[in-house]
């Protein structure tokens, strides 16, 4: 029986051959990278209209109403549990049909929900809503109309007076998006993972013969000399 050792089929590829692809497409790789580095942000900066934020905030406090000037413990868990109650009135289609009506704003109820974001901060009785517009000034005046309007519902619906507005919303000043560095490294490092991985993945594809060591590890026979290669004159 004879045993056949013979591992001509197997190409073993080292992390210098590897490094190697990845340095023969160096170049390619960085000006690929550099350009579409740059193109997203020219792209975030002159085809994305920028948007603006505005913010407010209320607190759900004590009952004006009540005679008692302590805040007691039991207050202030009814205050924290009704948070969540006022939030989904906050998000409710009456407070943002009377936006729009107050405001006199050619959007539906929907494209208004879209730009507000109603939260709550964690652990206390403070709700806040953010407004984001492509109008600075329509950002501000959303916010602040919103917390007037939900202000008076509150009394209407749950008969309670017992929401005070902590912050009115500012006028923004600077655009919250696009966001153009951040954007821009983005896709920078993914087109730069993306062509190193095609280098690495050409380099293994490859399975010319380029030395004597190739020739070594496919056939397993010792180089015994060589033919140089001679330019015409």
Do not use: C
Not at 105 to 112: A, V
Not at 159 to 167: E, G, K, M, R
């Amino acid at each position: 029986m004879i045993e056949d050792n013979n591992k001509n089929d197997e190409i073993v590829i080292s992390i210098a051959d590897i490094w190697a692809g990845i340095r023969k497409r160096l170049v390619p790789i960085i000006l690929i990278t550099l350009a579409i580095t740059i193109v997203t942000g020219l792209i975030n900066y002159y085809l994305i209209i920028p948007k603006y934020e505005a913010t407010a905030t209320v607190i759900v406090g004590k009952n004006k109403d009540e005679s008692s000037d302590t805040l007691q413990y039991n207050d202030v868990l009814l205050s924290q549990r009704l948070v969540d109650t006022y939030t989904v009135i906050m998000e409710s289609q009456t407070i943002y049909n009377q936006i729009i009506d107050k405001l006199d704003l050619e959007l539906t109820s929907r494209d208004l929900q879209s730009m507000i974001k109603i939260s709550t901060v964690k652990d206390t009785e403070v709700i806040r809503v953010t407004v984001k517009d492509v109008i600075p000034e329509r950002a501000m005046d959303i916010a602040n109309q919103s917390l007037e309007i939900f202000e008076q519902e509150i009394k209407n619906i749950m008969q309670l007076d017992n929401v005070h507005i902590l912050d009115s919303a500012q006028m923004p000043t600077s655009p919250v998006e696009p966001k153009l560095i951040r954007n821009s490294m983005q896709a920078g490092l993914i087109t730069l993972a993306l062509a190193i991985v095609i280098a690495v993945l050409l380099q293994l594809a490859d399975t010319t013969i380029k030395n004597e060591e190739d020739i070594k590890s496919i056939t397993n026979i010792p180089i015994i000399g060589q033919i140089p290669y001679i330019k015409e004159l």
